[in-house]
């Protein structure tokens, strides 16, 4: 039959990886059928036969015959006369049926119908890469950078689809060639137009927690379970990990003799600093290892508003806050409460800075209290060099401050 290149298109068709025999068949078939509907009205007294193997199809209209001149419904009857044409023995009452060729119905129906074709098998294809996908929701992926730019990365996965890494959801430290590959997390499938954009994350913690799975045996295996997660990408995270086998250190398991377990995690990560933790839920003592490695001396909780107070000695005050606060920002995070940090000293021996007001800059204050430094003591207890390194203060401005809190003692 005159298919005008129909042939070459079932040919693509067909051989096309992500659709089945059953469904492009179907499409096929109702694509068609909307090209008679446009034509004939109706194709209730149609049949089309669908071949694709061989890239053909057969479309047949069958009618009733009546006489000559009492046809009601040209789509259901055709007159004896026109019957006989089709073939000669045919009688008033039978029911002929009648091939319709393609070129029929005009060039112009034709090449619409091939686009419509090639709309819905994409179609077909967008919506089963979109399922695919979100099924993969939270899984880690990997694949070879193929194009970068100012505000992502394209990334030509292992199923040879094109995913994005977006600047937001890179770590800080993350450099990226053509042809490198990257490792990340299914964040979410977007819906842009008709195309799924598939975005990776490797800020994400469930990014660090999938890494445990791949690169740690006893949690692949179910012996150890992860239980929360945290990060500040690239620059801390905390992770809660507990074990249902008393004999196993899950702790222990993770890190592995000086650190050999953990090292691809944090290397894959940009050095981030990793603090694993045993879990529990006993609220107290979750929270006091949140801290590590600061020591608590006590904790005060308040269950009906989330908040616990943390009193240490001043040495450890500096620990538990971390640097720019990260330490306690992530502790709070993975117990769920918001914490306050005390000195567990005697305030009758010590002094707040703030009563150096009128001596010391206000911000300089707010700086070293930043560190976790409220008090005189506090900053005399630390050296100058420490104090360099803590804060965005100069040496000397920090041996002025010094100085000027002796004083006070000395007095």
Known sequence: MENLALIDSFAEFKDDKNIDRVTLMGIIEDVFRNMIIKKYGSDDNFDIIVNPDKGDLEIWRNRIVVKDGEVEDENAEITYSNAIKIEPDFEVGEEVSEEVHLIDFGRRAILSLRQNLISRIQEHDNTDL???????????ISGEVHHIRNREVIIIDDMDNEVILPKDQQIRSDFFRKGDTIRGVVKEVQLKGMKPRIVLSRTSPKFLERLFEQEIPEVADGLIIVKRVERIPGEKAKVAVESYDERIDPVGACVGMKGSRIHGIVRELGNENIDVINYTSNTTLFISRALSPAKVSSITLDEDNNRAEVFLKPDQVSLAIGRGGSNIRLAGAISGYEIDVYRDVDDTEDVALTEFVDEIDGWIIEELKNIGCDTAKSVLELSAAELVK????????????????????ED
Do not use: C, M, P
Not at 131 to 139: A, C, F, I, P, Q
Not at 390 to 409: G, P
């Open 390 to 409: 803590r804060t965005d203060l100069e040496e000397e401005t920090i041996k002025e401050i010094q100085a000027v809190l002796k004083s006070e003692f």
């Open 130 to 140: 979109y399922n695919r996908y979100k099924e993969l929701v939270g899984d880690i």
